[in-house]
Antibody, heavy 118, light 109 residues
């Protein structure tokens, strides 16, 4: 059974940084691309970033490009999202999700809440 | 900035049929953009329903079907059940960049 467990969320001031982690189990982590999707309160999902299985290629939404960095440690079955220069509009639940072949975001974690506020 | 547009809300009677659409600001949505559909109920995580335009996931009931309709991606719910009341989001893949639509709230009444 695929399990994805996010951690690292919390309250941070504007301009601050946070590093999110996503611990994966139940599948061969290094064989699958992964992504981060966020959802602000009362809003729809917003794709944030994706990374290939090897970690060699990454993609970002324009809204986070240059501020967020996605990475993975395949030896530890863990996905990361380093978030810098945080803004109020980054406030959201952040989900990690597993891509399965050509199928994006098939399995989702429970999410971790990031609140950017002074 | 690419925008994906969906109907804000639709109402359908139990047992009825409703079609949701998903339009792209860049032009026609084609199978090259591999449109996907997700369902989200209040307090729950989004759940993948349809991938690559027409394909159901193993857990997706047969009453959900995906298609292309008039330059848009479409999700049709046939024989609607009360439990189908939810928000539905399309996801369009523009190469390495993905864009979700704003969602359609489907009310079963």
């Amino acid at each position: 059974e695929v399990q994805l467990l996010e951690s690292g969320g919390g309250l941070v001031q504007p301009g601050g940084s946070l590093r999110l982690s996503c611990a994966a189990s139940g599948f061969t982590f290094n064989s699958y691309a992964m992504c981060w999707v966020r959802q602000a309160p009362g809003k729809g999902p917003e794709w944030v970033s994706s990374i290939t299985a090897s970690g060699s290629v990454t993609y970002y939404a324009d809204s986070v490009k240059g501020r967020f960095t996605i990475s993975r440690d395949n030896s530890k079955n863990t996905l990361f999202l380093q978030m810098n220069s945080l803004r109020a509009e980054d406030t959201a639940i952040y989900y990690c999700a597993q891509d399965v072949g050509s199928r994006p975001a098939v399995y989702w974690g429970q999410g971790t809440l990031v609140t950017v506020s002074s | 900035q690419t925008v994906v547009t969906q109907e804000p809300s639709l109402t359908v009677s139990p047992g009825g049929t409703v079609t949701l659409t998903c339009a792209s600001s860049t032009g026609a949505v084609t199978s090259d953009y591999s449109p996907n559909w997700f369902q989200q109920k209040p307090g729950q995580i989004p759940r993948a329903l349809i991938y690559s335009t027409t394909n159901r996931h193993s857990w997706t009931p047969a009453r959900f079907s995906g298609s292309l309709l008039g330059g848009k991606a479409a999700l049709t719910l046939s024989g609607v059940q009360p439990e189908d009341e939810a928000e539905y989001y399309c996801l369009v893949l523009y190469g390495g960049a993905w864009v979700f639509g704003g969602g359609t709230k489907v009310t079963v009444l």
